[in-house]
């Protein structure tokens, strides 16, 4: 079968698509026909052993996939034939995959193998962000970073979808009208975007900064925040770490809160699962509708991890095998 193989650590232009071995599946395990695959953030760093889990070349990345089960285990609760969406960690850009039962989920039928695809990683960090992390309440205001991004375009939607007021920031008006189109109240741009929200909130800030993105925005999203306000960090984009004065904690009593999705679901069995039935409902009543960039074949998995590391990408970027 095809699949994209990381065989050094050199970044995107070192993965390569090669001929592999369809997989073997051990007892309890799932197969699935992969349809789609989605492209993210950690992928790129897995192909420069800079991120967290750091698997050994050669190994085929890919944590999130749509497609049909090829092979379920008894008691499983899945069915030969059964759409579904998955979360198999690696081995995603390829044919087929394997994956735990446990994080094989079933795809509603309204929606596509393209939009399950889009779903895992970023719907359900941000849904733990939103929810878990952030204690999002109906009618609260929220400010999202990087928003036409896959991470961007989730949380404006899940935020949405839960009562939110949502303020989008992008850094050019091309990325200003895919924020729209994910559903954000209003948008400004990157530069100012602290004046901009000011005046929005008529200088009463934001309850909620949804910040995948890091950098030099860090202060100025602090300062955007109102009273008991959280800034949410998810991660780093923009390569730059910030530093927090904790100073500027005190001034309005505002946190600044870690979203480790993955070190919380790690050891607590079923949580993802419980995720994803919260999100079907959103699904099957059309509010969460993943905002597709592109759609690239697997070939092509080079130019799709550069559009991310560049950050060029806007929504979700898949392939297709």
Known sequence: MRAAQVT????????????????????GQVLIDVAAAGVSFPDVLLSRGEYQMKPPPPFVPGAEVAG????????SGLEVGDRVAAFPFLGGFAEQVVCD????????????FEQGAALPMNYLTCHFALRQRGRLAEGEKVLVHGAAGGIGTAAIQLAKAWGATVYAVVSDDAKADVARQAGAD??????????AV???TSGHGVDIVVDPVGGDRFTDSLRSL??????????FTAGSIPEVKVNRLLLNNIDVVGVGWGAFWTGRPGYIRKQWDDLVPLLEAGQLDPVIGEVRDLGEIGAALLDIDERRATGKILLTP
Do not use: C, Q, Y
């Open 101 to 112: 039962p446990a994080f094989v989920f079933p795809l509603p039928e309204n929606v596509t």
């Open 198 to 200: 000011a005046e929005l």
């Open 186 to 195: 209003e948008v400004v741009l990157a530069e100012g975007f602290k004046n």
């Open 8 to 27: 050094r650590l050199d970044g995107p232009d070192a993965v390569e698509v090669v001929d592999v071995p369809s997989p073997d599946v051990p007892d």
């Open 226 to 235: 109102a009273p008991l306000g959280r800034l949410l960090v998810i991660g």
């Open 68 to 75: 049909v089960v090829r092979v379920a285990p008894a008691g």
